[in-house]
């Protein structure tokens, strides 16, 4: 069984930073996508970031310049650094992986993490 566990989550006011982090844990085989999605209240779920392969990172456009996703292999672990923080930033984090178990490949996520920017 696969669980994936988010932190870091908080209430911040504009301008400020905040850092979210996400492990993986179980009967991981191999982990082709890690990466963070959010969902703000009356809106769709949106792409954040995401490294595929440990190589490939890409980020949503109202996120360029402001957050940076990075991933330490080792630990299963992901992180995003969001800086500059903006109101419209509010919504529930969610980590997500693309991954390879011993008996199958899916995509798995995390519970979520709220991130509340105050004005």
């Known amino acids: 069984q696969v669980q994936l566990v988010e932190s870091g989550g908080g209430l911040v006011q504009a301008g400020g930073s905040l850092r979210l982090s996400c492990a993986a844990s179980?009967?991981?085989?191999?982990?082709?996508?890690m990466g963070w999605y959010r969902q703000a209240p009356g809106k769709q779920r949106e792409l954040v970031a995401h490294?595929?392969?440990?190589?490939?990172?890409e980020y949503a456009d109202s996120v360029k310049g402001r957050f940076t996703i990075s991933r330490d292999n080792a630990k299963n672990t992901v992180y995003l650094q969001m800086n500059s923080l903006k109101p419209e930033d509010t919504a529930v984090y969610y980590c997500y992986s693309d991954l390879r178990t011993p008996y199958k490949r899916g995509d798995y996520w995390g519970q979520g993490t709220q991130v509340t920017v105050s004005p």
């Open positions: 179980g009967s991981i085989f191999s982990i082709f996508t």
């Open positions: 490294i595929r392969s440990g190589i490939t990172i």
